[in-house]
């Protein structure tokens, strides 16, 4: 089966600053990559599908992109309410349908 | 709006059995596919299982395989997970997960999730 990596497990940031969360594949995966927003407390949330393609009402400083197997989550001023945790998700050939580990996001 | 309800979650003795139901509206539930989706206490996600929108095709994680079986009634749009020779490691919150479409690909819709504790 194919896994997922992301890194970092968590990180902290401060207000206004670009933050990138990387999320590694160990196979091709073409661009069947989504990314996921779990705020503490509440369920998650689809933010990114298609590698690069926002969910509606997704704030546009959210954005994908991937480089080979390596796909990179970047919101480019963090916020105070993006505080949260975020997965990955690869959906190539799925099932199985595997999620990163997560990245906790904290300002600081 | 899309809503999806779960429900029968719950204290159970380690080789238990559980059901749980999620309620669906909003949309055609007939349409999509649906999955269940866990997270154990300060743990990530784990994918649990999917059925295509017929009920036609049904996938398992490796983890419940042959333990938990996943059904649907599109009369009633409810999404069942009949959960057989429960384990302390299945503990965690279920989602259930609509699709964006008739097989299993990403989820855009979650429920509020029921809680499952194996416990003795």
């Known amino acids: 089966d194919i896994q997922m990596t992301q890194s970092p497990s968590s990180l902290s940031a401060s207000v206004g600053d670009r933050v990138t969360i990387t999320c590694r594949a160990s196979?091709?995966?073409?661009?069947?990559l989504a990314w996921y927003q779990q705020k503490p407390g509440q369920v998650p949330k689809l933010l990114i599908y298609a590698t690069s393609t926002l969910q509606s009402g997704v704030p546009s400083r959210f954005s994908g992109s991937r480089s080979g197997t390596d796909f990179t989550l970047t919101i480019s001023s963090l916020q105070p309410e993006d505080v949260a945790t975020y997965y990955c998700q690869k959906y190539n050939s799925a099932p199985p349908i595997t999620f990163g580990q997560g990245t906790r996001l904290e300002i600081k | 709006d899309v809503q999806l309800l779960e429900s029968g979650g719950g204290l159970v003795q380690p080789g238990g059995s559980l059901r749980l139901s999620c309620a669906a509206s909003?949309?055609?539930?007939?349409?999509?596919?649906m999955s269940w989706v866990r997270q154990a206490p300060g743990k990530g996600l784990e994918w649990v299982s999917s059925i295509s929108s017929t009920g036609g095709s049904t996938y398992y994680a490796d983890s419940v395989k042959g333990r938990f079986t996943i059904s649907r009634d599109n009369s009633k749009n409810t999404l069942y997970l009949q959960m057989n020779s429960l384990r302390a490691e299945d503990t965690a919150v279920y989602y259930c997960a609509k699709d964006i479409g008739y097989r299993p690909l990403y989820f855009d819709y979650w429920g509020q999730g029921t809680l499952v504790t194996v416990s003795s």
């Open positions: 909003g949309f055609t539930f007939s349409s999509y596919a």
């Open positions: 196979q091709g995966i073409s661009n069947y």
